[in-house]
């Protein structure tokens, strides 16, 4: 079991990189805005600051093609065995075993166990006893987990998720409606073993529910995997934090991402939070620092004027029930210039987060061109990816693009598709097209 330290309160901190100048009658304002977690990274969130707030529910796949090779089953036993081990003392947890039906594996009364030497003990027996059979039902998986995770007074509320298949048992408009009644209630980590299961499916739970999502082709590497997951969940020090943009009349909002670690847009997951003010999900954090991209459009100006074009700040929920506290915030300005030279300067940190944007757009439509046998298209995406990876420095995407594609020349984006990429290779960069490299500052 790992060691932690006395809780401390999380201290945030907001940064942000933009070129403020517009020329006259410029309307488009852009801006990195740097989020960074300091000081809370072993909390267990704002109440009682202590360990117990933190809860977390695996759920394992058990379905029949786990048993098909046998180290799948074998490996996810030991993965959760790992992770059950990293559980620091006071974690609410439990086991759920996932098949077309979601069964609690431990401690099997309908609530969560408290983590201790015992229970530790209890919930690895109770893997020992797990076996394949069965199909593949997501959405009754997440309910499960729900429900468990909502039978104590928790802070941070975290599942992990591995499944080897499609989820076939059910339909999607039936895992939509799991992911849409369990978004905001708790995050989760999606893992995909193996290469039968569907990309877009693991994908797409952790970006409902604001957590990662990764490929472990080999069952081996699960342990490792499950374990740096665990640790990283039980480092959550504040949860529900919420990104809140507010903007002046005739403002209009373009768009909010998230660009490191990952991206993920976030615009069309606003809650209206009091006049001209929406809130945008961040889920937990503990000591980490991330990058969002805000984009408005304010009105024409003249030469020599100037305004507020945003502010942002970070909003938490307040332990005492009271209204969301502010952690911290800052501005987005617009000023109108005649300087050309001021006001067509793009900012490098904003530079940067468009390529990597469009870095994981165009892998992901040069994936399904090269699927569905378009090999021109293919090519041409594909091409631009190694170009983008290559300019930004992101020497771990521009590795996964190597394996699908012969790189000629990485500066104009020259490549030749393989004629045979291994299915493992192409599932990773897929499933990894995301992931960002952070702005050299």
């Given at each position: 079991?790992?060691?932690f ?5 999380p201290?945030f901190?907001v940064d942000?990189y ?6 006259e009658?410029?309307?488009d ?5 740097t989020v960074?977690?300091?000081?809370g ?7 009682n ?12 796949d058990?379905?029949?093609s786990?048993?098909y ?8 036993r030991?993965?959760?065995?790992a992770?059950v081990?990293?559980?620091r003392?006071g974690t ?7 098949t077309h039906?979601?069964k609690e594996?431990?401690p099997e009364?309908g609530?969560?166990?408290?983590a ?15 076996s394949?059979?069965?199909g593949?039902?997501i959405?009754t998986?997440l ?9 104590a007074?928790l802070t ?6 591995l499944t080897?298949g ?6 999607p408009?039936?895992?939509r409606?799991a992911?849409d009644?369990c978004?905001?209630r ?14 877009k ?8 529910l ?6 472990v082709?080999?069952?081996?590497g699960?342990?490792?995997d499950?374990?740096t997951?665990m640790e ?6 504040v949860a ?13 909002i373009m768009?909010v ?8 847009d976030?615009?069309g997951?606003?809650t ?5 003010a ?10 980490e620092?991330?990058?969002?991209h805000v ?5 024409r100006a003249a030469?020599?004027q100037e ?5 942002v700040?970070l909003i ?26 001021m ?7 904003v ?8 870095l994981a757009?165009v892998i992901?439509?040069?994936?399904d061109?090269r699927?569905s046998?378009d ?5 041409a995406?594909l091409?631009r ?7 930004s420095?992101?020497?771990?995407t521009?590795k996964?693009?190597s394996?699908?594609v012969d790189?000629v ?5 020259t490549v ?11 599932m ?9 490299v952070?702005?050299k500052?």
């Amino acid at each position: 079991m790992a060691n932690f330290s006395k809780p401390t309160v999380p201290q945030f901190s907001v940064d942000v990189y933009q070129n403020e100048f517009l020329p006259e009658g410029g309307r488009d304002v852009s801006a990195i805005v740097t989020v960074t977690s300091t000081g809370g990274g072993t909390t267990g969130g704002f109440a009682n600051g202590g360990p117990a707030a933190a809860g977390v529910v695996i759920m394992v796949d058990c379905s029949g093609s786990m048993d098909y090779p046998a180290t799948k089953m074998r490996g996810a036993r030991e993965a959760t065995a790992a992770a059950v081990d990293t559980l620091r003392d006071g974690t609410h947890f439990a086991l759920v075993a996932g098949t077309h039906i979601a069964k609690e594996v431990y401690p099997e009364d309908g609530r969560l166990a408290v983590a201790d030497a015992r229970t530790r003990a209890e919930a690895k027996e109770a893997l020992r006893r797990l076996s394949a059979g069965g199909g593949t039902a997501i959405g009754t998986w997440l309910r499960l987990a729900d429900r468990l995770l909502s039978s104590a007074e928790l802070t941070i509320r975290h599942g992990i998720l591995l499944t080897d298949g499609r989820n076939e048992h059910e339909s999607p408009e039936e895992l939509r409606a799991a992911l849409d009644a369990c978004a905001g209630r708790f995050t989760c980590d999606a893992r995909g073993v193996g290469t039968d299961w569907e990309v877009k499916e693991v994908t797409g739970i952790a970006s409902a529910l604001l957590g990662t999502a990764d490929i472990v082709a080999d069952p081996a590497g699960l342990a490792a995997d499950f374990t740096t997951m665990m640790e990283h969940a039980m480092g959550k020090g504040v949860a529900d934090v919420a990104l809140r943009l507010w903007t002046p009349v005739g403002v209009e909002i373009m768009f909010v991402k998230q660009v490191a670690p990952s991206v993920e847009d976030l615009t069309g997951r606003r809650t209206e939070a009091g006049p001209r003010a929406g809130d945008y999900p961040t889920g937990s954090w503990g000591d980490e620092s991330r990058d969002y991209h805000v984009s408005v459009r304010v009105p024409r100006a003249a030469v020599g004027q100037e305004m507020l074009a945003a502010r942002v700040s970070l909003i938490a929920p307040d332990p005492a029930g009271d209204d969301p506290r502010p952690l911290s915030q800052g501005l987005v300005r617009a000023v109108w210039t005649d300087d050309l030279a001021m006001s067509t300067s793009i900012n490098p940190q904003v530079a940067h987060y468009t390529g990597q944007a469009e870095l994981a757009d165009v892998i992901q439509q040069g994936l399904d061109a090269r699927k569905s046998g378009d090999r021109d298209g293919a090519t041409a995406k594909l091409g631009r990816a190694v170009q983008l990876a290559a300019a930004s420095g992101n020497a771990d995407t521009a590795k996964l693009l190597s394996k699908v594609v012969d790189v000629v020349d990485a500066a104009t984006g020259t490549v030749r598709l393989k004629a045979k990429v291994a299915e493992a290779d192409e599932m990773t960069l897929e499933t990894r097209s995301t992931k960002t490299v952070r702005v050299k500052r």
